[in-house]
């Protein structure tokens, strides 16, 4: 079984669009995360969500607006999609929201907007 | 907010050899710094870590090395095989509250049999 599980793992799209990625995680987790990883593989946090509640948002465009329907549910939904969104979205989990926890991550999203 | 320098971006040895991963962050109160590695079309995966009451930590052919003073880690692989051709992240934070891991960019390490 899946720790992380995201779908789709590849999402190509036109400009101006609106999709959108799932990820559950079966590990009991509280904590859940979006990540973006750029073309230079660089990792950088989006969201944090504890138990269903928002506690980071880093200066993402409100394009991007995450959803946490309960704790093993992270679904990140992207409108009017622009090129410079094109990246690698990783969902994860870890334990507990303290950033000394072990990150689980999922195996990507490869979004690619046209 | 912390930043973490990651050096090289890229490493090539020879199947054997040692390789060594160095990064370097810059607020003195990071005391978690783990190293991650991503295979290929795969997400980062946590293979070893050290909090900073710790100066080195060796599981079997990896380990790390901290010196709080230099505000420096590094990781070292040693009899390099081909499936540690990776990319590896060094991450460094608080550890506490709503703090977050930052990662350093990188370094692809290629092993060549």
């Known amino acids: 079984d899946t720790a992380v599980s995201q779908t789709p793992k590849y999402l190509v799209t036109q400009m101006g669009n609106d999709k959108s990625i799932k990820c559950e995680q079966n590990l009991g987790h509280d904590t859940m995360y979006w990540y973006k990883q750029d073309s230079k593989k660089f990792l950088k946090i989006m969201f944090s969500?504890?138990?269903?509640?928002?506690?980071i948002n880093e200066t993402v465009p409100n394009r991007f607006s995450p959803k946490s329907p309960d704790k093993a549910h992270l679904n990140l939904h992207i409108n009017s999609l622009e090129l410079g969104d094109s990246a690698v979205y990783f969902c994860?989990?870890?334990?507990?929201?303290?950033?000394?926890?072990?990150?689980?991550f999922g195996s990507g999203t490869q979004l690619s907007v046209l | 907010g912390e930043n973490v320098e990651q050096h090289p971006s890229t490493l090539s040895v020879q199947e054997g050899d040692s390789a060594v991963i160095k990064c370097t962050y810059s607020?003195?109160?990071?005391?978690?710094f783990p190293w991650y590695k991503q295979e290929l079309g795969k997400g980062p995966q946590l293979i070893i870590d050290i909090r900073s009451n710790v100066g080195e930590k060796k599981d079997q052919r990896i380990a790390v090395t901290l010196n709080k003073t230099a505000k420096h880690f590094s990781l070292h692989i040693t009899e390099t095989q081909p499936e540690d051709s990776a990319v590896y992240f060094c991450?460094?934070?608080?550890?506490?509250?709503?703090?977050?891991?930052?990662f350093g960019k990188g370094t692809m390490l290629l092993v060549s049999p």
């Open positions: 969500y504890n138990n269903k509640e928002l506690i």
């Open positions: 994860a989990s870890s334990l507990r929201r303290t950033a000394n926890e072990k990150l689980f």
């Open positions: 991450a460094a934070s608080i550890g506490s509250g709503y703090s977050t891991l930052t």
């Open positions: 607020d003195s109160a990071s005391n978690y």
